[in-house]
């Protein structure tokens, strides 16, 4: 069974700072990656996701992903965070069922960010 | 556009009080789903709706757990009885049917007393 690990529980980073989240993943299939960030009090926004193509992946708020097989690894990084970038990121990870095209999507435990002056 | 609307965003009940949870997914989104957020994990599914059928039920407790579709648009999620360790954040998502892509609302955090 597929499943996705962040290492990393909490991360605290200064502001201006450059911030790296682990996300891996464990597949021997094809995969679709999500990176989700959770406000405190609020439902779930995508940040970004790969389906294909290039393996850098550009999101929303300046945040970037790479993809990479080999490493079965989509850590998510931004040059320089600030302080309403506080929230928890959710790496997620869903592969297409081939028969029925269901696409069931499992996430990591969440890494908390937390952006200090 | 809007996006998936959800309702409440809180509640607090006591133990063995129903509960009821109610869902609009995107204008168009045939595919719903209902997560459970425990504190400090991911969402888990539930289950998910293609139109009004349920196709994947296999993680909802169907002892207490209900949920409904009937027009293949809005949805319900029931609890009943609810119990302490119910208390959780349940969030609704949406999408076009095939497509990963999910979309999620901002949640009902549950609190059971």
């Known amino acids: 069974a597929q499943s996705v690990t962040q290492l990393d529980s909490q991360v605290p980073v200064f502001e201006e700072a450059p911030v790296e989240l682990r996300c891996n993943y464990s597949s021997s299939v094809s995969v679709y990656l999500f990176w989700y960030v959770q406000y405190p009090n609020q439902g779930l926004q995508l940040l970004l996701k790969y389906l294909s193509g290039s393996t850098l992946v550009k999101g929303i708020n300046g945040f970037e992903a790479e993809f990479n097989k080999s490493q079965t690894s989509f850590h998510l990084r931004k040059p320089s965070v600030h302080i309403s970038d506080t929230a928890e990121y959710f790496c997620?990870?869903?592969?297409?069922?081939?028969?029925?095209?269901?696409?069931?999507?499992?996430f990591g435990t969440g890494t908390r960010l937390l952006v200090s002056p | 556009e809007a996006g998936v609307v959800q309702s409440p965003r809180y509640k607090i009940i006591e133990k063995k009080q129903p509960v009821a949870f109610w869902c609009n997914p995107i204008s168009g989104h045939n595919t719903l789903y209902w997560y459970l957020q425990n504190l400090g994990q991911g969402p888990e599914l539930l289950i998910r709706y293609e139109n009004e059928e349920a196709v994947d039920d296999s993680q909802l407790p169907k002892d207490r757990f209900s949920a409904e579709r009937l027009k293949g648009v809005d949805s319900t999620l029931k609890i009943q009885p609810a119990e302490l360790g119910d208390s959780a954040v349940y969030l609704c998502a949406s999408s076009f049917s095939g497509e990963a892509t999910q979309y999620f609302g901002p949640g009902t955090r549950l609190l059971v007393l």
């Open positions: 997620a990870v869903i592969i297409p069922e081939p028969n029925t095209g269901f696409q069931k999507l499992v």
